[in-house]
C-alpha cells in the first residue's frame, strides 16, 4: 500500500509524496504527477497500481509549494482553482521536484515519467528537459501547446476521443509532429477516463491503458 513520503528537491523545499513499492525486487519505477486537483489519494491508488505491477512509484504533491495538503475537488469549480495554483508555480520549481522523486527513485532501477490532465503536460516537459527512460501520458492537457518539445525517452500517450479539452483534431498535430510517439485512443473515453473518483471514469478504458502501459515499461525499462 502507498504510503506519504517527505523527500527534498535540490532548491531545499521539502515536500510529500506518495510513494509504493513492489513486494518483489523492482524491475524499475515511475514519477506519477498529479492532475490539476492535487495530490488526491487516487494518486496513491496509482502507484499501488504500478507497484502492483513489480514498478516502484512515486508521485510528488507539487502543490506543498503554495501550501500544505491543498487538494481540490473533482468539480468545475476545482478543476478552476487547481488551474490556478498550478498557474503560481514556475517550471523550475516543477522539474526540481520531479527530479527529487527520479533521485529517489535510481536505486531501484531504470526510471519512466507519468501524469495525467495537467499532470500529463507536466511529464512531456519533463521528458524533454530531464533524464528519463520513458513517459507513460494520461490525457496530457495542453501538450499541444508543447509540441517544440520533442521527448527524450520513448513515450506513449492515452487519450479518449470524446475528451473535451483535448479534440481528435489535437492528438493528430501530436502525431504530425511527433511520430515516434505511440498514441493509444480509447473509443467513447473522455478526460479522466482512468480517475474512479470522477464522473467520466471507465472501467474497461482505464483497465486496458493500464496493461498497455505495463507492456511499454516492460519493453523499455527491462535492463
Given at each position: ?78 478543476a478552476a482553482a487547481g488551474g ?101 485512443v480509447y473509443p467513447g473515453g ?34
Amino acid at each position: 500500500m502507498s504510503q506519504k513520503i517527505t523527500l527534498a528537491a535540490a532548491d531545499g523545499h521539502t515536500f510529500t509524496a506518495w510513494r509504493s513499492d513492489p513486494v518483489q525486487p523492482p524491475r524499475g519505477s515511475i514519477v506519477v504527477l498529479h492532475a490539476v486537483y492535487g495530490l488526491s489519494s487516487h494518486m496513491g491508488d496509482v502507484c499501488d497500481q504500478f507497484a502492483s505491477r513489480g514498478y516502484a512509484a512515486i508521485a510528488p504533491a507539487l502543490y506543498d509549494r503554495i501550501g500544505k495538503d491543498i487538494v481540490h475537488p473533482f468539480t468545475a469549480q476545482g478543476a478552476a482553482a487547481g488551474g490556478k495554483t498550478y498557474s503560481s508555480l514556475t517550471r523550475a520549481q516543477i522539474l526540481a521536484d520531479v527530479e527529487a522523486c527520479a533521485a529517489a527513485l535510481r536505486p531501484c532501477g531504470r526510471v519512466a515519467i507519468s501524469g495525467f490532465c495537467t499532470g500529463g503536460t507536466w511529464a512531456w516537459i519533463a521528458s524533454a528537459e530531464l533524464a528519463f527512460d520513458a513517459q507513460v501520458n494520461f490525457y496530457g492537457s495542453h501538450v499541444p501547446a508543447h509540441l517544440a518539445l520533442a521527448p527524450r525517452c520513448p513515450t506513449i500517450m492515452h487519450y479518449g476521443d470524446s475528451d473535451q479539452f483535448v479534440p481528435m483534431e489535437a492528438m493528430d498535430r501530436i502525431r504530425a509532429a511527433h511520430p515516434e510517439v505511440l498514441i493509444h485512443v480509447y473509443p467513447g473515453g473522455k478526460h479522466a477516463f482512468f480517475n474512479p473518483q470522477q464522473q467520466s471514469y471507465d472501467s474497461a478504458h482505464a483497465a486496458l491503458a493500464l496493461e498497455q502501459s505495463i507492456a511499454f515499461l516492460d519493453r523499455q525499462l527491462r535492463l
